[in-house]
């Protein structure tokens, strides 16, 4: 039992008739949706669309801008340790490693994810699954680079948190005073990075806006204290800019000066390893908001790979430099009276930095939920945007295994071998999506076969280039991805094998079944009202499986029969529901529209809409004789029914198919209870199993002996 979600349902409700926001008391505001009012939605991403305002720029530099963000810290010091380090830098170095980082990050940050991925939004929402979304229909075979794609993405997002947090802490070793509190040894650093992450995972429930609204102005500062520092290098070296230069990257990197040779490419990836996220974090602050926002951030950030770089130019061979284990120029390069200060600032920016994948990864989910790649889990939605949402399981799965990060690697230099080889995997498999959007929806047809040639083979080199980390931590990312891909696998396949055998019934057919079961009082009334919740929105079919429930596994009398559906609808607060009889006064269909920031009380919610069909004569009076009130009401009692499929033994059903089934409701078990996500904890609630396939393998006929024989 699932609910169905307008955005991957095209027959909809728009939401503007019978909505209005619900009042404390729930129930008591909901409004009834007659028939002839619209359910379809138009699916124009415009009604999705955030407002650019200074406000939501500000939510936009917190949430979606940290991972990119925090780069530099880590980009130089990773092609500085490639190189050998200070005392092998030269004119040459610097100049050709800065211009494959400002070309990296113009090309696949601001050319393909700005400029073309953003315009690829799934109703306003972004990411590898919303683009798969699009464009499905051009070949089955586009779900293996979503999944593969997704998957790599949630991976790395786990890894995120643990290197920029680490990195941050480490840099407390660059103050003498701190140095001799913490020490050289890792301990206390991972004691803090732990602490920082589990209080950055506990804060996630206040949602994306508040938190953004926290962040923004930190991480203004904090791209403005980049540039600053940045740009005071550049103006004492201008001849720093000649690093804009393509062909100088190109000249170093095919230079026998090169030490690390073309795995230079896997440490220069690490300046757009943020890139993705921002794609995912679309629906989060809107694609206008990023536009605006992007040029400041792109700035900034160069001004600082450029000011490092000058400061490496001045102090190269400089032997004190060369005596610090890991020097990291992003904190040498400021004095010793600003290095606390940018200490404290960094760290507020690693955690923002883990923030992006953390909101990224909600996005992700949700809409492999909607695709049927992942299990329905239960979401909330804290802010006034349905793209601003929270995945309580993701986030807790995502704080254990950043934990289990940095237990494993310890340090960031550890933790940097294993970052960025599984997003080259989701850039290579977005690229591919991206040309079919080009090719078959935006009919740029020759555009698309040179975006999809030149960024794949660019992407492919940072793929071979990043493979050298693979044993150096870069297995841990693989595996994880591996572990995520192997759950929408078989989520996948289990899904469709049910679908295969799932089968829709016309409620009318019976309704004389229904009808004699009520009167026949040779069997037990099990409730005044029973329910049945569905996922099929058709109102005149039901799934063959609750009919079988109600008519074949022991027949299920009841008073009235309700079969209700929760539809969560784009608007944040429609409350209303549509009922049809069916020309009966004991079958119900009865479909509940709901905004996607009203609480999915269906317990209360169907009580008002029980009361509202007795008040009009449409339920007839369900008297009962005893209750703690004075004068008992017309309504009696209530038990839901929750069917699981269950894969029978004797199912005629190949062994790769009983896998698929038994695999995915493995997963399930641990999604978590859809009674609880639907307000039935407290209500009369029983499970019952029906078979998933009715179809049984054919057996021989046994045959019939006399009793004082034996075969």
Same mark, same amino acid.
């Given at each position: 039992?699932?609910?169905?979600?307008?955005?991957? /349902?095209?027959?909809?409700?728009?939401?503007?008739?019978?909505?209005?926001?619900?009042?404390?008391?729930?129930?008591?505001?909901?409004?009834?949706?007659?028939?002839?009012?619209?359910?379809?939605?138009?699916?124009?991403?415009? @009604?999705?669309?955030?407002?650019?305002?200074?406000?939501?720029?500000?939510?936009?530099?917190?949430?979606? !801008?940290?991972?990119?963000?925090?780069?530099?810290?880590?980009? %130089?010091?990773?092609?500085?340790?490639?190189?050998?380090?200070?005392? /092998? &830098?030269?004119?040459?170095?610097?100049?050709?490693?800065? @211009?494959?980082?400002?070309?990296? &990050?113009?090309?696949?940050?601001?050319?393909?994810?700005?400029?073309? @991925?953003?315009?690829?939004?799934?109703?306003?929402?972004?990411?590898?699954?919303?683009? =798969?979304?699009?464009?499905?229909?051009?070949?089955?075979?586009?779900?293996?680079?979503?999944?593969?794609?997704?998957?790599?993405?949630?991976?790395?997002?786990?890894?995120?948190?643990?290197?920029?947090?680490?990195?941050?802490?480490?840099?407390?070793?660059?103050?003498?005073?701190?140095?001799?509190?913490?020490?050289?040894?890792? %301990?206390?650093?991972?004691?803090?990075?732990?602490?920082?992450?589990?209080?950055?995972?506990?804060?996630?429930?206040?949602?994306?806006?508040?938190?953004?609204?926290?962040?923004?102005? &930190?991480?203004?500062?904090?791209?403005?204290?980049?540039?600053?520092?940045?740009?005071?290098?550049?103006?004492?070296?201008?001849?720093?800019? +000649?690093?804009?230069?393509?062909?100088?990257?190109?000249?170093?990197?095919?230079?026998?000066?090169?030490?690390?040779?073309?795995?230079?490419?896997?440490?220069?990836?690490?300046?757009?390893?943020?890139?993705?996220?921002?794609?995912?974090?679309? $629906?989060?602050?809107?694609?206008?908001?990023?536009?605006?926002?992007?040029?400041?951030?792109?700035?900034?950030?160069?001004?600082?790979?450029?000011?490092?770089?000058?400061?490496?130019?001045?102090?190269?061979?400089?032997?004190?430099?060369?005596?610090?284990?890991?020097?990291?120029?992003?904190?040498?390069?400021? $004095?010793?009276?600003?290095?606390?200060?940018?200490?404290?600032?960094?760290?507020?920016?690693?955690?923002?930095?883990?923030?992006?994948?953390?909101?990224?990864?909600?996005?992700?989910?949700?809409?492999?939920?909607?695709?049927?790649?992942?299990?329905?889990?239960?979401?909330? !939605?804290?802010?006034? %945007?349905?793209?601003?949402?929270?995945?309580?399981?993701?986030?807790?799965?995502?704080?254990?295994?950043?934990?289990?990060?940095?237990?494993?690697?310890?340090?960031?230099?550890?933790?940097?071998?294993?970052?960025?080889?599984?997003?080259?995997?989701?850039?290579?498999?977005?690229?591919?999506?991206?040309?079919?959007?080009?090719?078959?929806?935006?009919?740029?047809?020759?555009?698309?076969?040179?975006?999809?040639?030149?960024?794949?083979?660019?992407?492919?080199?940072?793929?071979?280039?990043?493979?050298?980390?693979?044993?150096?931590?870069?297995?841990?990312?693989?595996?994880?991805?591996?572990?995520?891909?192997?759950?929408?696998?078989?989520? !996948?396949?289990?899904?469709?094998?049910?679908?295969? /055998?799932?089968?829709?019934?016309?409620?009318?057919?019976?309704?004389?079944?229904?009808?004699?079961?009520?009167?026949?009082? %040779?069997?037990?009334?099990?409730?005044?009202?029973?329910?049945?919740?569905?996922?099929?929105?058709?109102?005149?079919?039901?799934?063959?499986?609750?009919?079988?429930?109600? +008519?074949?596994?022991?027949?299920?009398?009841?008073?009235?029969?309700?079969?209700?559906?929760?539809?969560?609808?784009?608007?944040?607060?429609?409350?209303?529901?549509?009922?049809?009889?069916?020309?009966?006064?004991?079958?119900?269909?009865?479909?509940? !529209?709901?905004?996607?920031? #009203?609480?999915?009380?269906?317990?209360?919610?169907?009580?008002?809409?029980?009361?509202?069909?007795?008040?009009?004569?449409?339920?007839?009076?369900?008297?009962?004789?005893?209750?703690?009130?004075?004068?008992? $009401?017309?309504?009696?009692?209530?038990?839901?029914?929750?069917?699981?499929?269950?894969?029978?033994?004797?199912?005629?059903?190949?062994?790769?198919?009983?896998?698929?089934?038994?695999?995915? =409701?493995?997963?399930?078990?641990?999604?978590?209870?859809?009674?609880?996500?639907? $307000?039935?904890?407290?209500?009369?609630?029983?499970?019952?199993? #029906?078979?998933?396939?009715?179809?049984?393998?054919?057996?021989?006929?046994?045959?019939?002996?006399?009793?004082?024989?034996?075969?």
């Amino acid at each position: 039992m699932t609910q169905s979600t307008a955005s991957d /349902q095209k027959e909809q409700t728009s939401g503007t008739q019978g909505t209005r926001k619900p009042d404390d008391h729930g129930a008591a505001a909901i409004k009834r949706k007659s028939k002839n009012e619209s359910k379809h939605g138009d699916g124009d991403d415009k @009604s999705h669309n955030i407002p650019v305002s200074i406000a939501a720029m500000l939510v936009t530099l917190g949430v979606v !801008y940290g991972d990119i963000g925090t780069s530099p810290m880590y980009v %130089t010091k990773a092609l500085l340790a490639g190189q050998g380090g200070i005392m /092998q &830098v030269t004119e040459e170095f610097i100049l050709g490693a800065l @211009s494959l980082v400002i070309w990296t &990050v113009t090309l696949l940050t601001t050319v393909k994810y700005v400029l073309i @991925s953003l315009k690829a939004g799934n109703h306003g929402e972004g990411g590898i699954f919303a683009l =798969y979304s699009i464009v499905r229909k051009y070949g089955k075979w586009l779900i293996i680079p979503a999944m593969l794609g997704g998957s790599a993405l949630l991976a790395d997002g786990i890894l995120t948190p643990a290197v920029t947090i680490t990195t941050a802490v480490e840099g407390l070793r660059t103050i003498p005073a701190m140095r001799s509190l913490i020490g050289d040894g890792q %301990t206390n650093v991972v004691i803090i990075t732990l602490i920082i992450v589990s209080l950055l995972f506990a804060v996630q429930r206040a949602g994306t806006s508040k938190i953004g609204r926290a962040f923004g102005p &930190v991480m203004t500062f904090w791209f403005l204290f980049l540039g600053a520092n940045g740009l005071v290098y550049v103006l004492g070296n201008p001849a720093i800019l +000649l690093a804009f230069n393509p062909l100088r990257g190109i000249a170093f990197l095919l230079s026998p000066n090169n030490h690390a040779g073309v795995m230079i490419l896997g440490s220069c990836f690490l300046a757009t390893t943020g890139a993705e996220a921002l794609y995912s974090d679309m $629906g989060h602050v809107g694609r206008g908001n990023i536009y605006a926002t992007w040029p400041f951030v792109k700035i900034c950030l160069l001004l600082s790979y450029l000011g490092q770089g000058a400061w490496l130019l001045a102090n190269a061979g400089n032997p004190e430099l060369a005596a610090i284990q890991d020097l990291n120029p992003f904190f040498e390069m400021l $004095g010793e009276g600003m290095r606390p200060f940018a200490v404290g600032l960094s760290t507020c920016a690693a955690i923002i930095a883990s923030q992006a994948l953390v909101t990224g990864a909600f996005s992700l989910v949700s809409e492999a939920s909607r695709l049927d790649l992942m299990p329905h889990m239960q979401i909330f !939605y804290p802010a006034e %945007t349905k793209g601003q949402l929270y995945i309580p399981m993701v986030n807790n799965v995502m704080w254990v295994g950043c934990i289990a990060v940095v237990l494993l690697f310890q340090s960031s230099a550890h933790m940097e071998a294993a970052y960025g080889l599984a997003i080259t995997i989701t850039m290579i498999c977005t690229s591919i999506l991206l040309f079919f959007f080009l090719h078959n929806i935006r009919k740029r047809k020759i555009a698309a076969w040179i975006f999809v040639i030149f960024f794949v083979a660019l992407e492919g080199f940072f793929f071979g280039a990043s493979l050298t980390k693979f044993f150096h931590g870069g297995y841990f990312t693989i595996l994880m991805a591996a572990l995520i891909m192997g759950i929408m696998v078989s989520w !996948y396949n289990g899904t469709s094998v049910e679908r295969r /055998q799932a089968t829709l019934l016309p409620i009318r057919s019976y309704l004389g079944q229904l009808d004699s079961l009520r009167n026949d009082e %040779t069997y037990e009334l099990m409730s005044d009202n029973l329910v049945y919740l569905t996922n099929e929105t058709n109102t005149n079919y039901l799934d063959r499986d609750i009919l079988y429930s109600i +008519l074949d596994k022991h027949p299920k009398r009841a008073r009235a029969y309700w079969f209700l559906n929760v539809e969560v609808m784009d608007e944040p607060h429609t409350f209303s529901y549509s009922v049809e009889t069916f020309g009966t006064d004991y079958v119900f269909r009865v479909h509940l !529209y709901l905004g996607y920031k #009203v609480n999915q009380r269906v317990n209360a919610y169907l009580r008002q809409v029980v009361s509202d069909l007795s008040a009009s004569g449409e339920l007839p009076p369900q008297t009962h004789e005893y209750s703690v009130y004075k004068k008992p $009401g017309p309504i009696g009692s209530f038990r839901f029914c929750m069917l699981r499929k269950m894969l029978a033994p004797e199912s005629d059903v190949d062994s790769r198919e009983r896998s698929a089934i038994a695999l995915k =409701y493995t997963i399930r078990r641990f999604a978590g209870s859809p009674a609880r996500w639907f $307000g039935l904890e407290s209500s009369s609630v029983f499970y019952e199993y #029906v078979p998933l396939f009715t179809k049984f393998k054919e057996v021989d006929r046994m045959m019939r002996i006399d009793p004082n024989t034996r075969p």
